[in-house]
């Protein structure tokens, strides 16, 4: 658990290389620890996604090492979680994004009916509906990745504020900075 906490930190403070390296460490120590494994996934995802520029660039080496990792840490994860609401979401949500298309909202909501206390899909409909369907779910995700701002919850975040800034855009209220 100290290893998590450790990642986490380093998670939230943008020191890529360290949170990856601790969540890394954090598995070996507990293998059966979802959330560290979700949350290496998505700055994995993040990472690899990453153009290089200028400042704040991520060593290639890391950038392949995150690319390569990604997919073998969602396949062991998907045997040791198999059916687990966050493996599949980010699973499918990876891969759609990776493909260039978007994770249809459909699936979305029936993982939400499937697992009611499972929040993260709604961000996808919630976005997907601009704001119409999803609202509360969406809100409450917001508030519980605004107090952990891993790169998972940095991600959801700014989907869901990117959809409210172009609401109150559209219903003339002048954009807040």
Partial sequence: M?????AVTADENGRFQEAAASYEAALLTDPADLEATVNLAVLYWRAAGRRRSTTN????EFLTHARDRLHKLLESASERFAGRAE???WTKYIAASEAGEPLESSECRQLMRECPDY?????VVFSDSAGEEAEP???RLLVDCSEQ???RGRYVTSIINAVMRKQRWQHG???TA
């Fill in 137 to 139: 779910e969406a809100m």
């Fill in 57 to 60: 660039c991520l060593p290639q």
């Fill in 149 to 151: 701002p891993t790169a």
């Fill in 119 to 123: 929040l993260e899909p709604a961000f």
């Fill in 173 to 175: 209220f002048a954009p």
């Fill in 87 to 89: 493996l599949r979401f």
């Fill in 2 to 6: 100290k290893l998590r906490a450790y």
